[in-house]
């Protein structure tokens, strides 16, 4: 049983970065497959971007070269360095967990998500 909780997110201008963090507790997930996924208001929750058991990333188009996603296993926290931030990219923010390490099904834990507003 894993539980997950976001920090990070606020209200910006576009250009602006922000950086979030998912603490996870209950489970050491240096293991796990863990994952960024978004929701902007009205529509579809959509995937950001993985991070699998041994580092490798996977970005979707929209944040590619944008976002980077990291972890720092020690501390069992996943990060998202958000940099250039656009309008768009305004969402609530969920960080997830798949116990499957090579990102290749889908979470089994999901944190409560934190905002992101970006102002042009």
């Known amino acids: 049983q894993v539980q997950l909780v976001e920090s990070g997110g606020g209200s910006v201008q576009s250009g602006d970065s922000l950086r979030l963090s998912c603490v996870a507790s209950?489970?050491?997930?240096?293991?796990?497959?863990m994952r960024w996924f978004r929701q902007a208001l009205g529509k579809k929750r959509e995937g950001v971007a993985s991070?699998?058991?041994?580092?490798?990333?996977y970005y979707r188009d929209p944040v590619e070269g944008r976002f980077t996603i990291s972890r720092d296993n020690a501390q069992n926290t996943l990060y998202l360095q958000m940099d250039s931030l656009r309008p768009e990219d305004t969402a609530v923010y969920y960080c997830?967990?798949?116990?499957?390490?090579?990102?290749?099904?889908?979470?089994?834990?999901w944190g409560q998500g934190t905002q992101v507003t970006v102002s042009s």
């Open positions: 209950g489970d050491t997930v240096s293991s796990y497959c």
């Open positions: 997830a967990a798949a116990l499957s390490g090579d990102c290749q099904r889908g979470p089994d834990y």
């Open positions: 991070i699998d058991s041994d580092g490798i990333t």
